[in-house]
């Protein structure tokens, strides 16, 4: 079986500027089967605005996805100074 999706995405909850559930209707218009929630662990410039949960991005894409028949996969970007750079590790 062949899925198509997007393994990096970022919301509020990171660097990103729109909730989760948006990214989750936004997968679902293009037409993706799968996403993964890719939020910065490290940085969180709107800390002061939303949770600082590393899951509960994940929970509410999650959540959205279900009615949309749209896989949520939990991830996170965990970012270095020096190599290698960044990465996205999902589970």
Do not use: C
């Amino acid at each position: 079986m062949t899925l198509k999706g997007d393994f990096h995405i970022h919301t509020v909850f990171s660097d990103g500027n729109v909730w989760p559930s948006v990214r989750a209707d936004e997968a679902w218009r293009d037409d993706l089967d799968v996403i993964a929630i890719t939020d910065h662990i490290e940085y969180l410039p709107h800390k002061n605005d939303v949770s600082t949960n590393h899951n509960r991005s994940f929970e509410i894409a999650r959540d959205a996805g279900k009615p949309l028949e749209l896989l949520v996969v939990k991830g996170s970007e965990i970012s270095r100074q020096m190599p290698p750079g960044h990465l996205n590790a999902i589970s």
